[in-house]
């Protein structure tokens, strides 16, 4: 599991939340007891802070998600689907209602990545899931299946929101209105992440995809090899944390590494790093 800060925006005159904008992933993955404990103290930076929440067998997930619900300082879980089993749809449903209705109210994001999990969660499950647990308030939507995105936009709740799970598409999400961008880019790139989705939210698109055509190639990059590899390569670089990750994944090959850093100096992210 992982803590990470989350984000939304409101579309169909939604009430100003306090979840906006582009957000970074936190590039580390938990075991054993840390499991359960948050990296640093959560603070109240007066922004929603979601914990990844995710297995395969329903019982170990709720169990999970019931000790996260008691984190001070958390505000909701964001949870994908069950990897390796591949669910039906009724299963996804059954999974994530009794996750939703386990720790209810707290919020949940539902997290469709069919890539890694091999399954979708397919438009029907999402608005089914957004009527039967007010809880779940959205989804983290990485499948890349634009009709299916816009489905969920359009027939879902006024306050289920939907966020773009990839750099790449986060302006396509944005126009079908969705609410903004869960990113990998915006460890790297904060305030230029962030400065693209407000432009784009407020509909200044010549700014979201002049910055998008800036930061396209790192964007890009940052999936060369399996992430979190070439981000934390980067930020190794960069100088703002130690390029260390375990094992299942390695550190990026030294062809990557020289693609990467090619990269990051052209955008102008190493001037201050000793590289």
């Known amino acids: 599991m992982r803590y990470r800060p989350r984000h939304t925006h409101a579309r169909r005159r939604q009430p100003k939340s306090r979840y906006r904008r582009a957000h970074p992933r936190r590039l580390r993955r938990l075991a054993g007891p840390e499991r359960h404990q948050p990296a640093h103290p959560l603070r109240d930076y007066g922004r929603a802070i979601f914990?990844?929440?995710?297995?395969?067998a329903t019982a170990v997930a709720v169990e999970r998600a019931t000790r996260l619900s008691k984190v001070k300082g958390l505000t909701g879980i964001l949870s994908a689907s069950p990897y390796y089993n591949r669910p039906?749809?009724?299963?996804?449903f059954q999974h994530f209602r009794a996750i939703a209705n386990a720790i209810?109210?707290?919020?949940?994001?539902?997290?469709?990545?069919?890539g890694r999990t091999g399954v979708n969660i397919d438009a029907a499950?999402?608005?089914?899931?957004?009527?039967?647990?007010?809880?779940?308030?959205?989804?983290?939507?990485?499948?890349?299946?634009?009709?299916?995105?816009?489905?969920?936009?359009?027939?879902?709740?006024?306050?289920?929101?939907?966020?773009?799970?990839?750099?790449?598409?986060?302006?396509?999400?944005?126009?079908?209105?969705?609410?903004?961008l869960i990113s990998v880019a915006s460890n790297e790139l904060p305030a230029e992440m962030s400065d693209m989705v407000a432009a784009a939210l407020s509909k200044n698109w010549p700014k979201a995809r002049g910055l998008n055509q800036r930061y396209a190639q790192l964007m890009k990059a940052n999936f060369s090899e399996p992430s979190p590899a070439p981000a934390k390569a980067v930020l190794s670089?960069?100088?703002?944390?130690?390029?260390?990750?375990?094992?299942?994944?390695?550190?990026?090959?030294?062809?990557?590494?020289?693609?990467?850093?090619?990269?990051?100096?052209?955008?102008?992210?190493?001037?201050t790093a000793n590289v």
Not at 51 to 56: D, I, K, L
Not at 105 to 111: D, E, G, K, Q, R
Not at 239 to 253: E, H
Request: proline fraction near 6%; hydrophobic fraction near 40%.
């Open 51 to 56: 914990a990844g929440c995710t297995h395969n």
């Open 88 to 92: 039906s749809q009724e299963g996804q």
């Open 104 to 114: 209810a109210p707290m919020p949940i994001l539902l997290y469709n990545i069919p």
């Open 125 to 180: 499950t999402v608005l089914r899931l957004a009527n039967a647990c007010p809880n779940i308030v959205g989804i983290k939507e990485s499948s890349g299946n634009l009709p299916q995105i816009a489905e969920c936009i359009t027939q879902a709740r006024d306050n289920f929101r939907v966020y773009a799970g990839d750099d790449g598409i986060a302006l396509d999400v944005i126009e079908l209105g969705g609410a903004g």
């Open 237 to 271: 670089m960069m100088g703002k944390m130690s390029d260390t990750l375990r094992l299942p994944i390695v550190p990026v090959t030294s062809d990557t590494r020289e693609k990467l850093r090619t990269i990051a100096a052209e955008l102008g992210l190493l001037k």
